[in-house]
């Protein structure tokens, strides 16, 4: 497709027409009414929208305009694959492009897409992923050795810690110790973005260096300012390479395909923010869930133990469906479009509703319940369930997703029991672009198995050898 038809699509938001000389329907309250309620309670919003005008209906979001809700299989299945040339990824992901870079991939479609996604293939691959889970194992350790026996834990903050710091040694290959303090504490407050920064481009003002945009963007550059002196001093060391994304990057970039250096940041601070808070939030409802739902613990124990990968899979994608960590993913028509007797002229914004797939009562019987048994012995169908997306922009992390949750949730089970610190189920809450369960997913710590350096196993009160 040719950059000036998406640079029109980026520019033209009309409302569409169709068989009612118009947009699907939709809520009638007011943009601003709509937008918080979406804001405070998407699952809950998209759900009740769904259960009340259908699959395809169309919201008012402040920020996004009217955007049209798409949540039945055949048409997703037509947006991220079958008519994939004619939306626009990059439009719909313009209002992050302040964090990601130009170059990240959430900001290319067609093929330049194509050809950032083919040098990333490489070091995202499952091979080359493998190399990573003998320091993953040790960065779990590392966290969990400090769970005493009796006290709560509050899951998300500790996976928040396990994946930063996965995806600055092991995926990064940072090995300075100031830079990686540094990153520790910027890091999140990187990733605990206010919301109406996303929202309202209005806001992103200097105000005289005070205000939710100025603190950002000096967190930005402090974090900008440690990945390029990463990137300077590993291409004056001209060392022998490494597994990790940098070193792979930097040699793809001796081939001759040359990847700058504001490229490099791009596709790290993608990783950083993106991907690593993704995977924090999956596993936290991964415990939130099998700690809550009977005999689904100690299945996965039991699975783990035998090393029996396929239930462990089965559990952490019902969990994935049952507790979506976003809701929709975006695209902008490019040209016209037709889907359910309506004509949607180009710059129609799409929310593709993957979780609204996922918790939809017409595929998944009982879709609020926990079930591992829904994907073992078999999965459900593609269409069914996209735990990554679909189509030519589906996640390139996917790989280090899973690997990544897999040793974390064997690192733990092996060595630790645990228990809900409260049985009711955590409600969803939003965090940034992360719906999390709203109290961290906490646990009680039963028994760790795994001494502290130069101490005895730790054991819970009349634990027995």
Request: proline share 7%; hydrophobic share 40%; net charge positive.
């Amino acid at each position: 497709m040719f950059a000036r038809d998406r640079r029109q699509a980026r520019q033209a938001r009309p409302a569409a027409r169709g068989r009612a000389g118009g947009l699907p329907p939709g809520p009638r309250l007011p943009a601003v009414v709509q937008t918080v309620l979406w804001a405070a309670a998407p699952t809950r919003f998209g759900r009740s929208c769904a259960e009340r005008y259908g699959p395809l209906f169309t919201a008012r979001i402040l920020g996004f305009g009217n955007v049209v809700y798409i949540c039945t299989p055949e048409g997703i299945r037509r947006i991220l694959r079958d008519d994939a040339d004619n939306f626009d990824a990059a439009a719909a992901n313009e209002s992050i492009k302040f964090v990601v870079g130009r170059h990240s991939l959430l900001m290319s479609d067609g093929h330049e897409h194509t050809a950032r996604r083919r040098v990333l293939i490489r070091p995202l691959h499952g091979g080359n992923v493998a190399e990573y889970v003998g320091l993953m194992e040790q960065i779990v350790e590392e966290e969990i050795r400090e769970w005493a026996p009796g006290s709560t834990v509050r899951l998300l903050d500790c996976f928040q810690r396990v994946t930063l710091e996965v995806m600055m040694r092991a995926v990064f290959g940072i090995t300075d110790s100031s830079r990686l303090e540094r990153l520790r504490v910027l890091v999140p407050r990187l990733l605990d973005i206010n919301p109406l920064i996303i929202l309202l481009p209005a806001i992103r003002r200097p105000f005289g260096g005070v205000g939710p945009w100025a603190r950002f963007q000096r967190l930005l550059a402090e974090v900008d300012e440690i990945i390029y002196a990463e990137i300077r001093d590993r291409r004056a060391s001209h060392g022998p390479g490494g597994k990790d994304v940098v070193s792979l990057l930097l040699a793809h970039d001796g081939d001759g395909d040359g990847v700058t250096d504001a490229e490099l940041r791009d596709h790290l601070v993608t990783l950083l923010t993106v991907g690593q808070e993704t995977t924090a939030t999956q596993l936290a409802w991964f415990f939130e869930r099998v700690t809550r739902t009977p005999g689904a613990l100690e299945r996965v124990v039991a699975a783990v133990r035998a090393g029996d990968w396929t239930v462990v899979d089965a559990a952490i994608h019902e969990a994935i469906r049952a507790r979506p960590t976003t809701m929709d993913i975006g695209r902008v028509a490019i040209g016209e479009w037709r889907e359910a007797g309506y004509v949607f002229p180009a710059g129609t914004m799409f929310a593709v509703s993957l979780g609204l797939l996922h918790l939809s009562p017409e595929l998944y019987e009982r879709p609020d319940a926990y079930s591992i048994d829904r994907f073992h012995p078999v999965e459900p169908s593609s269409a069914h369930f996209m735990p990554f997306g679909g189509g030519s922009h589906r996640c390139l992390g996917a790989s280090l997703a899973m690997v990544e949750m897999r040793t974390v949730i064997s690192g733990i089970l092996r060595h630790v029991r645990v228990e809900p610190r409260r049985r009711a189920a955590e409600r969803v809450r939003p965090k940034g672009p992360m719906l999390v369960p709203r109290r961290g997913a906490e646990v009680t710590i039963v028994e760790n198995r795994l001494p502290r350096q130069g101490s005895p196993a730790l054991r819970g009160p009349g634990d027995e050898r």
